[in-house]
């Protein structure tokens, strides 16, 4: 199966420095990942995707994703934090769960990191 | 715009009740998944659908049950609550073979 895993529970950054929040996943075949983001007591926003290609993602909100083969990672950065960027951040990969009709893709999800932007 | 709407925000249910949670899409969507949010755990897959009367286990399946009679809406059912299902609930829906996928605002229950 595949996965993602999130190394931090929480990330603290000051508003205007730039922020990652890191991924790595573990993949039989070519990764599909995802990020996500939750603001208290919301569902999920999607962010961004790769699917394929560039290596460096573009996403909402002035984030962005970069893709890295070599060290199986999908960090999430932004150059400039904001206060209102506070939030709950997921990764995820796309996996295939197979059933008697044939297989549907489903994403699996990392634990989440709250992100804090101090102003 | 399109929507996957969970019909409540909020519930607090009593131990050995039954429970419905209900989830209905608008945009036609094959798929529907049912996810557990807990502190730390992130999100779980309950159960899936990939079609109206079909149903697949996730990862937590035990305790819950489902039911997807027509295209729209897929229900999670707590056939008697306990209070280790007190938790965010969400929604989500997609198109076969997409890579977009849409979240409910989900529903947070407590079970007392």
Same mark, same amino acid.
């Given at each position: 199966a595949q996965s993602v895993a999130q190394p931090e529970d929480q990330v603290n950054v000051a508003e205007g420095n730039p922020l990652t929040v890191k991924c790595t996943y573990s993949v039989s075949g070519n990764p599909y990942l995802f990020w996500y983001v939750q603001y208290p007591n919301r569902g999920l926003q999607f962010l961004l995707k790769y699917?394929?290609? %560039?290596?460096l993602v573009k996403g909402s909100y002035g984030f962005e994703a970069e893709f890295n083969k070599s060290q199986t990672s999908f960090h999430l950065k932004k150059p400039s934090a904001l206060v209102s960027d506070s939030a709950l951040y997921f990764c995820a990969v796309r996996d295939l769960r197979v059933h008697a009709s044939g297989g549907s893709y489903i994403p699996t999800f990392g634990r989440g990191t709250s992100l804090i932007v101090h102003p | 715009d399109v929507k996957v709407t969970q019909s409540s925000r909020y519930l607090v249910k009593r131990t050995g009740e039954k429970v419905f949670l209900e989830c209905v899409q608008d945009? %036609?969507?094959e798929n529907m998944f049912w996810y557990r949010q807990d502190p730390g755990l992130g999100l779980r897959l309950i159960y899936f659908s990939y079609d109206v009367k079909m149903k697949e286990k996730g990862d937590i399946p035990e305790g819950y049950s489902v039911s997807r009679e027509k295209k729209e809406r897929f229900s999670l059912i707590l056939e008697s609550a306990s209070t280790n299902q007190t938790s965010m609930y969400l929604c989500a829906s997609s198109l076969q073979g997409s890579y977009g996928y849409t979240f409910g605002s989900g529903t947070r229950l407590t079970v007392v």
């Open positions: 699917i394929t290609g %560039d290596n | 945009m %036609d969507h």
